[in-house]
């Protein structure tokens, strides 16, 4: 049996509940990348392959373990290469460099603006290099999203380079069947919107969202970030993210307030619900692929080069954010629905998919639509499974909606309590041994506090709802 270690936040048959999920941050800050994580999970579990997930984050003491216990080391991507992500990646790198195993990028990505200027990557210009060098030392090409990380690469000397897109579309293998399944859309047309707080704060996108409110009752916004979770489960204001009003994930949002507001922690309840919609769009290119895996068309509304590159190789009916502001008709939903052409997107599905089967196999990688069942076993498991729904606004006090929040609390603060008794008795001892005093020890309720910091108070404070 091949053992693969796979960098995701969890497995996909991971079931926690919404507060262990968002305590351990099992979505990396943002649950788009469960989207990719779990359809590479899926597409390379075979019977001969057994693949594990490691958790996002970079334990370096861990290489001599993987080098023992795995087959290979896979790392699917997104705007990896982009300044803030630089401290990870190198990180990433320092890893790498202590694996004796075949290591394998799917799908990474350099992340500028619209107009592929890649200017504000030249200070991190390094660390890419040693990233990619690390890389290909250990694996036949590396894998990118779309044409602008491509010549990045290639400008850098690097040619093992292969635009393979992203794992997320290929979640039902060479099947791709995305249609309109009504001849237009109304106001009693069932249409999701997403967006991230940049896109609403710095480029305008509230001011698509607004009218899109006011026309179409049944619109609803979905949430991406860990702070989008954080405000619709907890009412949790700490985050830098709160200070945009305007986000429809904001207690002080009329769609907030409407129970107009989803957040998922799992990828296969956030494309089941979408399978409900007629339409989808937005700037965030995951929560669109999500509604196409439904077979829902979409329209991404692209802010940057991340989306860009990837809606042209996917050939994923898009706009450019920026044109939209200006002439906000031309992002009405039933306009970007009407213009939609899905040709490419489907007609193309079969010759990008075999595309990525071949840099798999390049690479030395099974895959479960040429090397096993298709996925069937995959999905039976999941079936079986019960995740939890998406996340809704705290709108309501009733037993039921606090039952869960509370019982965490409890759990956590009982467990506390008990290291705190642990910590209690090892500093007893340590002071006895040195012959000093006993110091005072920080309370339960003070640790308490730190853990599950000050939302749920903040949520029942009188003017705070």
Wanted: with cysteine; charged share 25%.
């Amino acid at each position: 049996m091949k053992r693969i270690l796979l960098r995701s936040g969890k497995s996909p048959y991971d079931v926690l509940s919404v507060e262990e999920a968002l305590h351990r941050d099992v979505i990396a800050t943002n649950s788009g990348n469960l989207i990719f994580s779990d359809a590479a999970h899926k597409i390379l579990e075979t019977p001969d392959t057994e693949v594990v997930s490691n958790g996002t984050g970079t334990d370096l003491a861990a290489a001599a373990r993987i080098n023992e216990e795995y087959d290979a080391f896979v790392v699917p991507l997104a705007n990896a290469f982009r300044p803030s992500f630089e401290r990870q990646l190198n990180r990433l790198t320092r890893l790498i460099g202590k694996l004796r195993i075949p290591v394998v990028v799917l799908g990474v990505g350099a992340q500028t603006g619209v107009g592929y200027d890649p200017a504000r990557l030249k200070p991190m210009e390094q660390s890419v290099r040693e990233f990619c060098a690390a890389v290909l030392e250990r694996s036949a090409s590396i894998g990118v999203r779309g044409e602008f990380t491509e010549q990045y690469l290639r400008d850098m000397g690097f040619r093992d380079v292969e635009v393979i897109g992203c794992p997320s579309m290929f979640l039902y293998g060479s099947a791709l069947d995305v249609r309109k399944r009504v001849p237009g859309l109304t106001a009693e047309s069932r249409i999701a919107v997403n967006g991230s707080h940049s896109a609403v704060h710095k480029q305008g996108l509230d001011r698509i969202i607004g009218p899109a409110h006011a026309r179409y009752p049944h619109l609803r916004f979905i949430g991406q970030n860990l702070s989008d979770a954080r405000q619709l489960h907890w009412r949790d204001l700490t985050d830098p993210n709160s200070l945009v009003t305007a986000m429809p994930t904001h207690p002080d949002h009329p769609m907030y307030r409407e129970d107009k507001v989803r957040v998922y922690v799992d990828p296969v309840t956030w494309i089941d619900d979408l399978r409900g919609f007629d339409f989808s769009f937005g700037s965030r290119i995951h929560g669109n692929i999500a509604a196409l895996l439904a077979g829902t068309p979409a329209t991404v509304l692209c802010g940057d080069s991340r989306t860009l590159e990837l809606c042209r190789y996917f050939e994923i009916p898009h706009l450019r954010l920026d044109r939209a502001v200006k002439d906000p008709q031309a992002a009405d939903p039933a306009r970007l629905y009407e213009e939609a052409d899905l040709g490419g997107l489907v007609g193309r599905h079969r010759e990008r998919f075999d595309r990525f089967v071949g840099f798999l196999d390049k690479n030395g990688l099974s895959n479960t639509f040429t090397h096993g069942d298709g996925g069937a076993a995959f999905e039976e498991r999941m079936r079986s499974l019960s995740f939890p729904p998406g996340i809704r606004p705290w709108n309501d006090t009733d037993l039921a909606s606090l039952s869960s929040r509370f019982g965490w609390l409890h759990t956590r603060v009982s467990e506390l309590s008990e290291d705190n008794a642990k910590l209690r008795k090892e500093l007893a001892r340590s002071r006895k041994a040195q012959g000093t005093a006993p110091a005072p020890t920080a309370s339960v309720y003070r640790r308490a506090r730190r853990v599950v910091g000050r939302p749920l108070r903040r949520a029942l404070q009188p003017g705070k709802q």
